[in-house]
Nanobody, 121 residues
Framework: QVQLVESGGGLVQTGGSLRLSCAAS????????MAWYRQAPGMQREFVAV???????TYADSVKGRFTISRSSAKNTVYLQMNSLKPEDTSVYYC???????????????WGQGTQVTVSS
C-alpha cells in the first residue's frame, strides 16, 4: 500500500509564506513525477506545480514567481514553498505522485488527503 501524507497547511495573512510537505511511504519502487494541486470550495481541482524525477519544474501561471516546488528523492518527499500568498490562494492543497509500486508495474496516480491553506486579507 502507498500513502501520501501532506503537512504544513494553516492560516496566514496576505503576503505571508507557508511550506507544504508531502511524504510518500509504503510499497514504492520508483516515483516519476510529484505534483501539487488545489481545490477551492465549489471549484474544480486545479494544477499548481509539478516536478519530474530529473528536477524539471512546471508551474501554473497564477503561482509563477511566488511558489517553488522541490523534492527529496531520498525521502520520497515533495515540498511547496509558497511566498507572497494571496486570499485567492485559499484552497485545500493535494499532493500527487505518479509512481510504480513494484518493479515492472505500471505507473499509477496516488493522492494525499489534502491540507487546508487559508490566506486572510
Amino acid at each position: 500500500q502507498v500513502q501520501l501524507v501532506e503537512s504544513g497547511g494553516g492560516l496566514v495573512q496576505t503576503g505571508g509564506s507557508l511550506r507544504l510537505s508531502c511524504a510518500a511511504s509504503g510499497s514504492i519502487f520508483n516515483i516519476n513525477t510529484m505534483a501539487w494541486y488545489r481545490q477551492a470550495p465549489g471549484m474544480q481541482r486545479e494544477f499548481v506545480a509539478v516536478i519530474t524525477s530529473g528536477g524539471t519544474t512546471t508551474y501554473a501561471d497564477s503561482v509563477k514567481g511566488r511558489f517553488t516546488i522541490s523534492r527529496s528523492s531520498a525521502k520520497n518527499t515533495v515540498y511547496l514553498q509558497m511566498n507572497s500568498l494571496k486570499p485567492e490562494d485559499t484552497s485545500v492543497y493535494y499532493c500527487n505522485a505518479a509512481l510504480a509500486p513494484y518493479a515492472g508495474s505500471r505507473y499509477l496516480d496516488y493522492w494525499g488527503q489534502g491540507t487546508q491553506v487559508t490566506v486572510s486579507s
